[in-house]
């Protein structure tokens, strides 16, 4: 990990459909389920809640916090080794990995840059995906836990919308370093408050509030098996 004192530039990654291709906490929560004998008839009801919120209009906030909720009572030790084998899983997918912004990140990692992670899934997903990428710091949600270490259902914070954007200028005020020096990359509109906290923001895709800003845009197409998270790992 590199210190924070020695480094002059940050990129920062939003992750689901930016870096990897898929939505790594719907991914998992099926992953989850299946290993507790789920037949995928309650992954799909509770798949179902959470677009429901999503096609309503409300908050993505409401449904970040609703997903956490899943797991109450779950031994947070457990859910994050289960979160290992996943992306382990996940990982050998041919089309795992968006291929412009994972070469993005790999620039950026060549360089020097501070890499943070910044995402609404959480460490259980997130911290092996971390560890592959060489990714110096994770931003993302953070479920609570009861003293005996099971996860109460309740998030200290839902790495949503403008919370990114908090969280991301906060570690640029920590690192002391200047916003117009550093990066940032998203999917979709949530991310435009973290984009615009920076100096250099780059769209993956092609939504069309992102596009609308007139910054540069990434293809959002996956990477060949080959060019996947393994090689670039080499740290």
Same mark, same amino acid.
């Given at each position: ?12 990654? $939003?992750? $689901? ?11 998992? /929560? ?14 799909? &009801?509770?798949?179902?809640? /959470? ?17 956490? &909720? ?65 990714a110096d710091l994770v931003l ?16 200290? &914070? ?7 954007? $908090? ?8 690192? $002391? ?29 092609? %939504?069309?509030? /992102? ?9 959002? %197409? ?14």
């Amino acid at each position: 990990m590199k210190s924070r004192a020695t480094v002059r530039h940050a990129a920062f990654f $939003d992750v $689901d459909e930016t870096v990897i291709t898929g939505k790594s906490m719907f991914a998992f /929560l099926r992953y989850w389920m299946a290993r507790h004998g789920d037949d995928g008839s309650g992954y799909a &009801r509770r798949a179902g809640e /959470l677009g429901q919120i999503a096609a309503s209009g409300r908050p993505r906030e409401e449904g970040n916090r609703l997903y956490y &909720r899943y797991f109450t009572g779950a031994v947070a030790a457990e859910v994050q080794a289960a979160g290992r084998d996943w992306y382990a899983t996940y990982r050998e997918g041919p089309e795992a990995f968006v291929g412009a912004a994972l070469a993005a990140l790999e620039r950026h990692r060549r360089a020097g840059h501070r890499i943070v992670l910044v995402s609404g899934s959480f460490a259980a997903c997130l911290t092996p995906l971390a560890e592959d990428l060489g990714a110096d710091l994770v931003l993302c949600s953070e479920p609570l836990t009861s003293k005996d270490g099971r996860y109460t259902g309740e998030v200290r &914070r839902s790495m949503i919308g403008a919370a990114k954007r $908090d969280a991301v200028t906060a570690e640029l005020t920590a690192a $002391d370093l200047d916003p117009r020096d550093c990066f940032a990359y998203g999917d979709h509109a949530s991310d435009l408050e973290m984009l615009a906290a920076v100096g250099n923001p780059v769209a993956v895709g092609n %939504d069309p509030v /992102l596009a609308a800003q007139g910054w540069p845009v990434l293809p959002a %197409d996956p990477a060949p098996r080959q060019s996947g998270a393994r090689e670039n790992a080499a740290h």
